[in-house]
């Protein structure tokens, strides 16, 4: 079996290592845009390139390749999975129109008001230079997020309380419509979570919660980030969930994979979806078409069925045929990030792993030149401990990072007792108990 993968990043090492897993013993291939040290190592071969469908058909044909992996979303947007699909190789990793549901804020809200899908904020879409009609919105809702509909990198939403007031809502609403249309929608508050899914069109194959951690700084202060790290349990509960949440986050997920399904085709991939408790049950804060970063590393360490075969049942559409399992672990993930991310980080400095004791590793926004590792100004290093408990993992993962040499820092926070504690009182004052 010939795997390609496609993508640098953290979230593809991982991918990776789950591959080199498989009892099945595959070969492994990638595309990425820079040489990440740890996917390069496990890959019997990869080229260095744009993640584009002009550089990825050729090299797929040329090695014969039975089956891809498209790690994020930007291949997703150029349409890599249909064009892998015309050759004959299956993805794991959305076509274009269903990949929609991340790409484009504008069709995901209306779909999810389409399908009568529960979980949706109040929400309008303005197109480019109705800045009357934003405004007048952003009057009535008196308190909202402000979105791009399309790509940001997580770093185009802007919600009041965080960013601005009402007249800085408008404002941003405005700069944003000169160019382009823009979500605005209720501002969400409560306590968020994230589920990630495999799906191959009809069945969904669900991962533990996890918690990722937005802002830059302990206590949850800073700008925000890609993720500066993230937790989940030795069950598929965060301590400050209820199992009736999670059931209706998976009935919101399965629900969403059926309205695509009918809408514009099958959706084989992964579906991520971010929720909120909120005073008014659990809202979908937005989903992504691929795993997340950070939350990939808590949950693909654990994953117990072979990966080569879920790609295979999401190929042959058989998910419903398989158990997909994860070992019952709480697990940690903390970031090593340039001095100065977001804003001014430190780039091309040296990176070195040293003794990180029960901790794994993975490489993220690094790049190796003449075996030598450097940062390129995004989150460098992922650390991950994986124990009985969040708090025993924690400890490994704070443990690890002291064995990442470089100009880097991390959140000393993510995992402790008093922040999750902090996480489980704001829940519960949420839902009014
Ligand atoms: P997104 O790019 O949609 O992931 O948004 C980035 C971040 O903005 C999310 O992780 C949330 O923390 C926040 N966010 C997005 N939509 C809302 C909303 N309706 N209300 C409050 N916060 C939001
Ligand atoms: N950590 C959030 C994301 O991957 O979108």
């Known amino acids: 079996m010939k795997i390609l993968l496609i993508g640098s990043g953290g979230r593809e090492h991982v991918i990776a290592e789950a591959i080199a897993r498989s009892r099945q013993d595959p070969d492994l291939y990638a595309v990425m ?18 993640e584009s469908v002009d550089a990825v058909i050729p090299y797929a044909r040329s090695r ?24 004959g190789i299956p993805c794991l990793g959305p076509r274009l129109a269903p990949a929609q549901i991340e790409l484009d804020k504008a069709w995901a809200r209306m779909f999810m008001r389409r ?13 480019e230079g109705d800045f009357e009609g934003a405004h007048a919105f952003i009057e009535k809702l008196g308190d909202v997020a402000v979105k791009p509909t399309g790509l940001t ?28 249309s823009v979500v605005i929608e209720e501002n969400l508050l409560g306590e968020e979570f994230t589920v990630q899914a495999f799906s191959d069109g009809t069945t969904l194959a669900f991962a533990p919660a996890v918690q990722d951690h937005k802002r830059a700084y302990d206590g949850d ?9 993230s937790y989940s349990d030795a069950g598929d509960l965060l301590p400050f969930m209820r199992e009736e949440d999670y059931e209706e986050a998976k009935a919101i997920m399965r629900d969403t994979v059926k309205g695509i399904k009918e809408d514009v085709g099958a959706y084989k991939g992964i579906l991520y979806g971010q929720f909120m408790i909120t005073a008014k049950g659990i809202k979908v804060i937005e989903f992504n078409a691929r795993f997340g970063d950070p939350e990939v590393m808590n949950i693909l360490p654990l994953l117990r069925t072979d990966f080569v075969d879920i790609l295979s049942a999401v ?14 672990l709480a697990t940690v993930c903390k970031y090593a990030v340039p001095e ?20 794994t590793f993975f490489y993220s926004s690094v790049y190796e030149q003449d075996g030598v590792v450097y940062t390129t100004g995004s989150r460098a290093i992922a650390v991950v401990g994986a124990a009985q408990t969040i708090a025993e993992a924690e400890k490994i993962a704070s443990h690890g990072l002291t064995g990442i040499h470089g100009d880097l820092i991390a959140r000393s926070d993510i995992g402790t007792a008093a922040l999750i504690d902090k996480r489980i009182r704001h829940a519960a004052e949420m839902r009014g108990s």
């Open 33 to 50: 845009s820079r040489k990440n040290p740890g996917t390069a190592r496990l890959c019997k071969d990869f080229l260095i390139a744009d």
């Open 221 to 229: 202060k800073g700008p925000n980030t890609g993720g500066m790290g």
């Open 315 to 328: 190929a042959n559409e058989t998910l419903s045929d398989l158990d997909v399992e994860f070992k019952r």
């Open 340 to 359: 100065g991310y977001p804003e001014n980080p430190v780039k091309d400095s040296v990176v070195e792993i040293g003794d990180i004791g029960d901790a």
């Open 115 to 127: 399908h009568g899908i529960r979980g949706c904020p109040a929400f309008e879409v303005f197109e």
């Open 64 to 87: 014969r390749i039975d089956v891809a992996v498209i790690g994020p979303e930007a291949p997703l947007a150029l349409g890599l999975a249909d064009a892998l699909e015309s050759e």
């Open 153 to 180: 990198g997580g770093k185009g939403v802007k919600v009041m309380g965080d960013h601005f007031e009402i007249e800085g809502a408008k404002a941003y609403a405005s700069e944003l419509l000169s160019t382009g």
